[in-house]
């Protein structure tokens, strides 16, 4: 149980163009979605958490108009990079938690690739 | 702001030795923990998690020890195994947040050696 996919697993794009990595809860209802973005090395930094149905709530520094989230149903929460540059290239990587659970439970994780 | 590591601190055992991974938390409204494997290329894997009104969880060749005086966790790994190496990181969550979103230690790299 408690299966979190993630797609794509890898995706490489040219500057300018915008990316959408979707994240889904397979066998659960996952209330609250988070995203995270990882560098080599670093441990997890959360970029914004997001409530299904509600808007998403940014970590301090996270451009909202740069990553889009929706989190329109309980086991489906995506993450768009719009007009992507280089500097966006990391390993983006969402948990999924059920309703009064405390446990968050990870996809994958992503792979971005920024010409 | 959430924790980045500047750093990885590593740790290397030998195949079948036991592993000891530590963890200092600074937060004492923290009152649930838990610990992460995470592989190269991969996304965290749960291990274990702990409450703060318990001091001691067991799992499959896995113990968490919680001491709160101190604020400090542990993960203990029993008889590690290769596939045991990984990254391992703890993190915490505040009753403090609603949103119940965890904070994240540095990270420590277990390196299994035949």
């Known amino acids: 149980g408690a299966v979190v996919s993630q797609h794509p697993s890898r995706v490489i794009c040219k500057s300018g163009t915008s990316v959408k990595i979707e994240c889904r809860s397979l066998d659960f209802q996952a209330t609250t979605m988070f995203w995270y973005r990882q560098f080599p090395k670093q441990s997890l930094m959360l970029m914004a958490t997001s409530n299904e149905g509600s808007k998403a709530t940014y970590e301090q520094g996270v451009e909202k108009d740069k990553f889009l989230i929706n989190h329109a149903s309980l086991t489906l929460s995506t993450l768009t990079v719009t007009s992507a540059h280089p500097e966006d290239s990391s390993f983006y990587i969402c948990?999924?938690?059920?309703?009064?659970?405390?446990?968050?439970?990870f996809g994958p994780g992503t792979r971005l690739t920024v010409l | 702001g959430e924790s980045v590591g500047l750093h990885l601190p590593t740790l290397s055992v030998q195949e079948g030795d036991n592993s000891i991974i530590n963890c200092a938390y600074s937060?004492?409204?923290?009152?649930?923990f838990i610990w992460y494997k995470q592989e190269s290329g991969k996304g965290p894997q749960f291990i274990i998690d702990?409450?703060?009104?318990?001091d001691k969880r067991q799992g499959q060749r896995v113990t968490v020890l919680l001491n709160k005086t101190v604020k400090h966790l542990s993960l203990q790994i029993a008889a590690t195994q290769p596939g045991d190496s990984a990254v391992y990181f703890c993190a915490e969550r505040s009753w403090e947040n609603q949103g119940g979103k965890l904070i994240f230690g540095q990270g420590t790299e277990l390196s299994v050696k035949p």
């Open positions: 702990i409450r703060s009104n318990m």
């Open positions: 948990s999924a938690r059920a309703e009064s659970a405390d446990t968050q439970y």
């Open positions: 937060n004492s409204a923290s009152d649930y």
